[in-house]
């Protein structure tokens, strides 16, 4: 077989990549209400789903950024509900604070539990997370169960996260369960409507821990 | 710590959320250029993004249904650009016929070659690929880098994929990239525009092997 080693399909170097996708997001967008902490949040889940309706339907809790660069820095934990967003986040800076990206879903105490109780097993692992540490990250980008779960939990003063990045994706609860995110006075950030989902919720992570590391 | 075991925040069954889901889908999707044998891939996707903008841009190679579903019956590999895609894909159907799901985007010697000769991870990921075995499908989620050299070696001879899923996402050569995919005559399934990434691959990998299943 035949491979051209000399082969170079690409003008542009990553960087190159992103600088201008950055900058061609900038010149898109148009109005928006994003502060200007917020903008940069927004600009990579637009980068990463090249879809600008999904950015501009984002919402966020007044202290989010700020919250999150802080848990960040505090080293605390990342939880996902699925694990493509667990692969999707990029570790090599999170590690520089000891910040560890935790997934249960596949856990075999919560498959186990989840059958016992008649329960997703979303919601068993949300469950797992809350009950081994306080604070954290908890990135949903898929189970509107596990998003609404965390919700009961913190209303009931159970779960004290430092920041709900809610964002999971579909046409049956998911809208629902990101308006019931909105209404928590806690660090959030959500988006309106259907769209949602792990690439989103993976760009919104990798942001924060670019946030964390240039500051 | 208080947990409500009996709490069941969803009404509804995740078997009764896919058909409701469907159904939705059908009922808002309006007028679409697809066969009834695309169909369910371009339902599948839109379900995984909530995006009919996106499914509503794809395009099929006229053979691609009936390819895709042939090479799971025949136990072919599976190439995947990131972890993101190969996590994401339901293994149990796939398991039955015999198909691996396979992504050398982190393998060390893929990483050492990219380094040698100053090329990207995905492009020598995909060299990797073509020479361990002909056939296979390939499901491009993320890298236009990866795209254009599975064109560059299908054209010249040295590729013989069953079927090229290529949906990569972003600003920069992702929509250039499908572009050139579309002119191909070999079995195809991509999109016109920047949209695409890993969680609509996924999906259409995971309609495959349900389309295959079922027959």
Redesign the interface.
């Known amino acids: ?3 051209h ?1 000399d ?4 003008t ?1 170097q ?1 960087q190159e ?1 992103e600088r ?2 950055l900058a ?2 900038t010149a898109e967008i148009g109005d928006h209400p994003f502060t200007e902490e917020q903008y940069p949040i927004v600009q990579r889940v637009i ?5 600008f309706e ?1 950015g501009k339907s984002m919402v966020f809790h007044k202290d989010a950024i700020q919250a999150g660069i802080q848990a960040i820095k505090n080293g605390e934990k990342i939880v996902t509900d699925v ?2 967003i ?3 986040i990029s570790k090599q800076r999170l590690d520089k604070y000891g910040c560890k990206v935790k997934v249960h879903i596949s856990d075999p105490d919560v498959i186990e539990e989840a059958k016992r ?1 008649n ?2 097993r979303a ?1 068993v692992s949300i ?1 797992k997370s ?2 081994e540490s306080e604070g954290g990250i908890y990135a949903i980008g898929n189970a ?2 596990a998003l ?2 965390l919700i ?2 913190v209303k ?1 003063g ?1 779960a004290k996260p430092s920041l709900i990045i809610g964002m999971p ?6 809208a629902e369960s990101k308006e019931e995110l909105a209404k928590l006075d806690i660090p959030f950030i959500t988006n309106i ?7 989103a919720v ?1 760009a919104a992570v990798n942001a924060f821990s670019l946030l964390a590391y240039s500051k």
Chains 1, 2 share one sequence.
């Open positions: 077989m035949d491979f080693t082969f170079k399909p690409m542009v990553p990549i201008t996708s061609t997001i980068y990463a789903t090249a879809d999904l694990k493509m667990h692969v999707g109780l329960l997703t919601i469950r809350v009950r509107p169960t609404l779960e009961r939990l009931e159970v994706v579909g046409f049956v609860s998911a409507g259907r769209k949602g989902g792990s690439t993976v």
